[in-house]
């Protein structure tokens, strides 16, 4: 076999070579102060890249110490190629506490090309760490010189579906194998006979026209000596399917398929295996593979050993070759967020009473996004009919007037006879409840497992609540996440809709970045959100905007304060540099419009689905003017432009102090009275707390002491209620258990957040059936305040380098905390109520500190581990507020107890 490129680089060589290479430093005395280790080594935030952008890479790390205060003082960081060649680049000692994001310095990196790097550091203490265990990436292709592959595609043009194979010889085992792939439509790729990773509906969406990202996966395991076979199933996905409820094709009509197969061997050679018009391919199983309608498969499409060497298939005919596929390959990005796969499993249990004697119903037990394992008893050439639903009917039957336009429906017509097992591959549902027809005996539906699937982000955040009911809502927040989190953040994963609601991630963005770490999946969409920004510079309705959705306050400015999230939440500067000119065009457009009297008034959906609590346009527009100046104003400071930074900070000041000339009025009212108005201005900070507070509080009272708020409010309410003094309050709205509140949707049997307070109403009945999913995670943004105030954690500095631990209990909740992986480590709170002695237990990771207040305590008795608190290590700056006792701790874990001496 000819080799048809220059090697870009010599084979892999799986060693610690930077380790070998280097001097070995052994740690200076450890007997006072412990060792230090550097652990969680990240690479773009992301673990063994594959594929890394080989621009500007940039590096985190965390530390694991015994000793408490612990912070780096100096770090020293090296990297080299993987092939056994010495560092080529060493960053020498550095003075300098950054962990997070530390931008590499050395020369041009090669594309292609396998590094690993190596961390070690010095500590407050004069300890020097061991060198790290390496942590390893490859960098992506140099697309213009190394993407060969073609774009293919079904012979037939119109088909909008396709099998694919293609056989090749191999001399010998290789050492390394990489397949880089991407498509127009989603695929899946096989190596003899075997999936070739968990990806599911791969590439994922992006604006196509704009980019269209690569997966990398390594193969070296699934490729041998002598005869090999690569195979590939094509869909249409989000290029060809249905968007929404807006149709078809909304990027182009015939789906496509590129891929690169790199195969090296141990004598340093390599070669290539390209699609190309050598590649057979055949119509397949799918009659129709949709995201919205669901999916067709015709078992009898796909012949046995489709994808084995020895299949000599009849009726494959070549591949076409794509029209425009160079201008396709040049949009070619690796993919730089998790990817979608399947991340839990859940058995279905046969619902006890079945509405009609034909079908099977089945209960998941949890409303789930994703796809069924159907085991079944088949016969050849019967079609059984899968189709799914959040809710049951009053008599037991499934409920899916809420999909609207979605058919939501899968078919799977069998080829043999017996007993086998189908998943569908390129849609996906969510559901709860599963209906299956068409067998020839309904006990011949032998099981129904749920696959879950979403973008696999790391779980980082746990809540414990000390309340079931709490617990509840924190698990329906989460599976709202998980299900709505699908290559980009959707309002809902059921009915015909399934877009990138700018608005819904704006108000939940905090909430699911202590859930999850979401800096890769929301930094992605950040992206499509700027490729998809106006001429003038707004950002729209939902991203990516395929059908031009237009944009609103509360909507666009989550280009602004999404960005603003990331960088606080992980610290990582990234996201600002990478959106800066973006986001700069976006304020100058809001400033012009608003003009000299500094009013916004932007965009149709207001405060989306409040309760008969209306809030002006103007107001909200303005308000949120004020505040993404002062989030700018910050970001600009954090990337060093400081010129910018003032600038803003002075917009935020004047859109202020117009905000207050026009809407709070002599008698401590605002605007038009309504509980979003008050919430806004006081958690953005835009009116002095105290000269609303009685009127804010007559607006929950008016309510018989529930809320009203619609999407942008609700994430305010319970954080403005802290804010002056009404925990109670706060408590109170958050624990309420009938109409209108978080606990009625629970008492309800809600598993997922509902899109409407009324998605079920009192009297049973479904609310409005135009527009009425049961999984929005909008109103689960409430999740923030409960970090904050039940767990305790709230972020001071970017990345928890100096965050606050100020649990306040309340609403007969005796104990609570919870924990969080932050960028430095693990952030841990444990906190409980005995009589009138306050106990908490904390973690704080080395590299931050935690301004500690403990509520109602009387300073002067606070103990850690049984000692006067003042005297023992790590601990500092011990006082008295109004709220309670307050003390600094270094990192280190400490116990610490005191006396309540005024109510909590
Ligand atoms: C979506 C929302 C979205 C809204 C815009 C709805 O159809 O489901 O979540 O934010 O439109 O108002």
């Known amino acids: 076999m000819a080799l048809k490129r220059s090697a870009i680089g010599a084979v892999v060589v799986l060693s610690a070579i930077l380790t070998a290479c280097a001097p070995q430093t052994r740690p200076s005395s450890t007997a006072q102060h412990g060792p230090i280790e550097v652990t969680g080594l990240r690479t773009n935030e992301l673990d063994h890249p594959l594929a890394l952008a080989a621009v500007g890479p ?62 070690r550091v010095r500590d ?89 990202p690569y997966q990398a996966y390594d193969v070296t395991t699934q490729l041998h000596a002598g005869h090999n076979v690569i195979a590939a199933m094509l869909a249409p996905g989000w290029y060809a399917g249905n968007i929404a409820s807006f149709g078809p094709e909304k990027y182009g009509k015939s789906p496509s398929l590129s891929a690169e197969l790199r195969i090296d061997f141990a004598d340093g050679t390599h070669t290539w295996i390209d699609t190309d018009g050598s590649w057979q391919t055949a119509p397949g199983p799918f009659r129709q593979a949709d995201i919205i309608m669901g999916e067709t498969y015709d078992a009898r499409g796909l012949p046995d050993h489709w994808d084995d060497v020895d299949a000599a298939p009849e009726g494959w005919t070549a591949a076409r070759i794509a029209t425009g596929s160079e201008a396709h390959t040049q949009l070619l990005h690796p993919q730089d967020d998790e990817p979608v796969r399947v991340t839990a499993k859940r058995q279905a249990v046969l619902l006890p009473h079945q509405p009609t004697a034909d079908a099977r119903l089945f209960d998941l037990g949890q409303n789930m996004v994703g796809v069924v394992e159907l085991k079944v008893n088949a016969q050849a050439g019967k079609t059984i009919q899968l189709r799914y639903g959040e809710m049951l009917n009053p008599d037991g039957s499934l409920y899916t007037a809420n999909l609207r336009s979605a058919k939501a429906t899968d078919r799977f017509t069998a080829a043999r006879d017996g007993e086998q097992t189908y998943t569908p591959t390129f849609t996906y549902h969510g559901f709860r409840y599963v209906e299956v027809t068409g067998t020839a005996d309904p006990a011949d539906v032998l099981a129904v497992t749920g696959l879950v699937q979403g973008s696999d982000l790391p779980w980082t955040g746990k809540l414990d609540t000390g309340n079931p009911m709490l617990d509840q809502l924190q698990s329906n927040i989460t599976w709202g996440q ?36 979401t800096y890769t999946f929301l930094s992605k969409w950040l992206r499509d959100l700027r490729d998809a920004q106006s001429r003038e510079g707004d950002y729209p309705g939902v991203a990516p905007n395929p059908i031009h959705i237009e944009s609103g306050a509360g909507w666009s400015d989550a280009g602004i304060t999404v960005a603003y999230t990331l960088w606080h939440s992980y610290g990582d500067r990234r996201v600002i540099n990478d959106g800066y000119a973006s986001m700069t ?39 949120y003017l004020a505040y993404d100046a002062r989030l700018m104003s910050e970001m600009a400071a954090a990337v060093g432009q400081t010129g910018d930074a003032a600038q803003y900070a002075d917009l935020a000041e004047r859109t202020r102090r117009a905000f207050v000339a026009r809407y709070l009025h002599a008698d401590g009212t605002l605007g038009t009275n309504s509980q979003t108005g ?152 444990s906190w409980n109520i005995e009589g009138t002695r306050f106990s908490l237990d904390i973690v704080v990771p080395p590299g931050t500190s935690a301004e500690v207040t403990l509520p ?39 116990v610490l107890t005191g006396q309540i001496k005024q109510p909590i």
């Not at 056994?84 to 994001?101: E, F, H, L, N, V």
């Not at 015909?496 to 202590?514: C, H, K, M, Q």
């Not at 012009?592 to 405060?607: E, F, I, M, Q, S």
């Not at 500092?876 to 600094?888: D, N, P």
Request: glycine share 12%; no cysteine.
């Open 585 to 623: 065009r976006f304020m100058a457009l809001l400033e012009r419009r608003a003009g000299p009297g500094l009013t916004r008034v932007h965009g149709p959906w207001a405060d989306w689905l409040h309760l008969d609590d209306p809030t002006p346009a103007d107001l909200l527009g303005t308000a």
């Open 124 to 212: 407050n203490h004069g300890q020097t760490s061991e060198w790290s265990p390496s942590a390893r990436f490859e960098t992506e292709l140099d697309i213009a010189a190394d993407w060969h592959a073609s774009w293919i595609g079904a012979t037939d043009p119109a088909a909008t579906s396709a099998i694919f194979r293609k056989v090749f010889e191999l001399p010998r085992a290789p050492v390394r194998a990489r397949l880089y792939v991407s498509s127009l439509g989603v695929y899946r790729t096989f190596l003899n006979g075997e999936g070739t990773d968990g990806d599911v509906l791969a590439p994922g969406w992006t604006d196509y026209n704009t980019r269209i």
């Open 678 to 829: 008050y919430a806004m201005a006081i958690g953005m900070g835009l009116v002095p707390p105290a000269a609303v507070a009685t009127a804010f509080v007559k607006t929950i009272h008016a309510r018989n002491d529930h809320l009203a708020t619609g999407f942008l409010g609700t994430p305010w309410l319970l954080p403005a209620l802290s804010a002056i003094g009404q925990k109670d309050l706060a408590w109170k709205l958050l624990l309420n258990r009938d109409y209108p509140s978080w606990g009625y949707e629970i008492q309800n049997g809600a598993t997922t957040m509902w899109e409407r307070w009324n998605s079920l109403k009192p009297d049973g009945s479904f609310g409005d059936v135009g527009m009425n999913s049961f999984n929005h995670y909008a109103y689960g943004a409430v999740g923030d305040w409960m970090y904050r105030h039940i767990a305790g954690i709230a972020p001071l500095a970017p990345g928890y380098a100096r965050f606050a631990v100020a649990p306040t209990p309340g609403g007969g909740v005796t104990h609570g905390g919870g924990s969080l992986e932050s960028a430095y480590g693990r952030i841990a709170t």
């Open 58 to 119: 940039s590096f985190s790390w965390k530390l694991v110490a015994t000793a408490r205060n612990t912070t780096q003082a100096a770090y020293e960081l090296r990297l080299a190629k993987d092939d056994g060649t010495p560092a080529s680049w060493d960053s020498g000692w550095i003075t300098d506490s950054k962990q997070i994001g530390v931008p590499y310095a050395g020369a041009t990196l090669a594309h292609g090309q396998a590094y690993v790097w190596q961390v």
């Open 482 to 517: 998980r299900g709505n989190f699908v290559s980009i953040p959707t309002d809902t994963p059921a009915r015909d809709e399934r877009l990138g609601w700018a608005g819904d991630i704006n108000v939940f963005a905090p909430t699911a970045s202590y859930n999850q770490n």
């Open 856 to 894: 109602g305590v009387d300073s002067a008795s606070v103990q850690e581990s049984g000692q006067p608190a003042g005297s023992m290590a790590g601990v500092s700056q011990m006082h008295e507020v109004a709220t309670g006792a307050m003390l600094t701790l270094g990192s280190g874990h400490y």
